[in-house]
């Protein structure tokens, strides 16, 4: 499932280099979800028990996709496919 994680992370990450400018909001929101993902996925397996779940990150990624859905439809699939995944994942 990491494996998975990190796909869709790199995914949504050439699909915004080919969407062109982002407005502020949305693009700090986006720094600080694939931040935190970045930290989860550095702890992996060392993170205590329930810990992952305190993030929201699957909530905060179906947000996003919300958001982008309206400004940037070329990017709603890969942020709900990530948030999918989270979802999938506990977190």
Do not use: C, Y
Request: glycine fraction near 8%.
């Amino acid at each position: 499932m990491e494996g998975n994680l990190k796909a869709s992370l790199k995914s949504l990450h050439a699909r915004l280099a080919q969407a062109g400018p982002v407005d502020e909001e949305l693009q700090e929101l986006l720094l600080q979800l694939d931040s935190d993902i970045k930290a989860l996925l550095e702890r992996g397996s060392e993170a205590p028990p329930g810990e992952t779940t305190t993030f929201g990150l699957a909530e905060r990624s179906q947000e996003l996709s919300a958001k982008f859905a309206v400004k940037h439809p070329q990017l709603e699939p890969a942020l709900r496919e990530l948030g999918t995944i989270l979802s999938n994942m506990g977190i």
